[in-house]
C-alpha cells in the first residue's frame, strides 16, 4: 500500500524522541502511549511523559482519524481532501506565537497518506504547568475571582487588539500559571488549546467583536456557571481599559452589542440542548 508519512519534531525535542525507548514516532498516529484524557468520535487525546525524575517532560498527544463520511462531505463541499485539525492548531500556534500570545509549546506533528489521501494526524504538546482558569474561578474567593475576570478580559483585549477575534479564547483554554498573591498585573494565562479560528488577522468590528465576546460569555456560563452583573462589568471593563484599536466603543455599545448577541446563541444552544435531550428520549 503506497502509504507516506510527514512527521516534524522541533529542533529542540528530536533529541529526547529519537532517544526514548518507550515512545516509537510511528505509534504517535495510532498508538496508545499513555494516559487517555478524552475519547472523541474522530479525536484522542493522551497524556504520556519521556525520561525519569527531574530529567521527566510531560506532553499531551491529540490524534485525530477522520472517517471516510467525513473527508467525502469535505471533498463535496470544498472541492479538496480534509484539512486536519491537528494541523490548523499547529498553524494557529504558531500565528499565536508570532503575535507575541502565550501559548502551548507545539512540539511534534504528524500526517498519514495513502495515495496522497490524508488519513490519520498528530499533534504533541508540551504540557503548560499551572491551573486550570475554570477551576481556579470556580474555587476562588471574590477577591481572587476578581483578578481572574479582570485578567481574563485584558488577555481577550489583547487577542483582539492584534486582530485574533474570531478564534475565541474560550475559558476551557487557559492555564494560570502565576499565584494569585501577587499584584492583577502578574497573573498570567496560557493558551492550551486553539483547534479553531482564521489563520489570518482580522479587522475589528462591533459585530466580529461581540459575536466572539458572546461566545466566551456563552462558555462561561457552561463550564464555570452563570456570570453575575458584577462579572460581566469586571470583564468587559478590564476588556475596554486595555483594547488597544482606533476606533474603541464605548461601555454602552459593547455591552448593548454583546447582550443581544448573547440572548441570540443562547436561544441557539437551548434549542439545541433541547432537541438532544429529546433525541436521547426517543432513542430509550
Same mark, same amino acid.
Given at each position: 500500500?503506497? +502509504? ?32 487517555? #484524557? ?22 499531551? %498527544?491529540?490524534?485525530e482519524k477522520p ?24 498553524? %494557529? ?7 507575541? #500570545?502565550?501559548? #502551548?509549546?507545539?512540539v511534534a506533528w ?77 497573573? +498570567? ?8 479560528? %482564521? ?9 466580529? #467583536? ?75
Amino acid at each position: 500500500m503506497n +502509504t507516506k508519512d510527514q512527521i516534524w519534531i522541533a529542533d529542540k525535542y528530536r533529541s529526547i524522541f529519537e532517544a526514548s525507548s518507550s515512545i516509537n514516532l510511528n505509534d504517535l498516529f495510532s498508538g496508545s502511549p499513555g494516559k487517555v #484524557v478524552r475519547i472523541e468520535d474522530e479525536k484522542r487525546i493522551y497524556y504520556f511523559s519521556i525520561g525519569q525524575s527531574n530529567s521527566k517532560l510531560c506532553f499531551y %498527544l491529540k490524534q485525530e482519524k477522520p472517517k471516510l463520511i467525513t473527508h467525502l462531505k469535505h471533498i463535496l463541499k470544498n472541492r479538496k481532501f480534509y484539512y486536519f485539525r491537528t494541523r490548523h492548531e499547529l498553524e %494557529l500556534l504558531r500565528m499565536y506565537k508570532a503575535q507575541g #500570545v502565550p501559548v #502551548v509549546e507545539p512540539v511534534a506533528w504528524g500526517e498519514q497518506s495513502i495515495f496522497g489521501i490524508p488519513i490519520r494526524g498528530f499533534l504533541v504538546q508540551l504540557e503548560v504547568q499551572g491551573k486550570e482558569f475554570t477551576d481556579l474561578v470556580k474555587k476562588a474567593t471574590t477577591y481572587e475571582r476578581t483578578k481572574l475576570i479582570r485578567a481574563y478580559g485584558k488577555f481577550v483585549a489583547d487577542l483582539h487588539s492584534k486582530g485574533l477575534i474570531s478564534s475565541v479564547a474560550r475559558v476551557t483554554d487557559l492555564i494560570c500559571t502565576s499565584p494569585l498573591d501577587g499584584p492583577q498585573q502578574s497573573v +498570567t494565562l496560557v493558551v492550551i488549546d486553539r483547534e479553531s479560528g %482564521l489563520l489570518q488577522v482580522e479587522p475589528y468590528t462591533i459585530e466580529t #467583536v461581540s459575536a466572539a465576546l458572546a461566545s466566551t460569555l456563552i462558555r462561561f456560563f457552561i463550564y464555570i456557571g452563570p456570570p453575575s452583573n458584577r462579572d460581566v462589568k469586571l470583564f468587559l471593563s478590564a476588556y475596554l481599559r486595555n483594547l488597544s484599536v482606533i476606533d474603541r466603543p464605548s461601555f454602552r455599545s459593547i455591552y448593548l452589542a454583546t447582550s443581544a448577541m448573547f440572548e441570540k446563541m443562547s436561544a441557539k444552544y437551548r434549542a439545541r440542548m433541547n432537541t438532544d435531550h429529546y433525541n436521547a428520549s426517543e432513542a430509550e
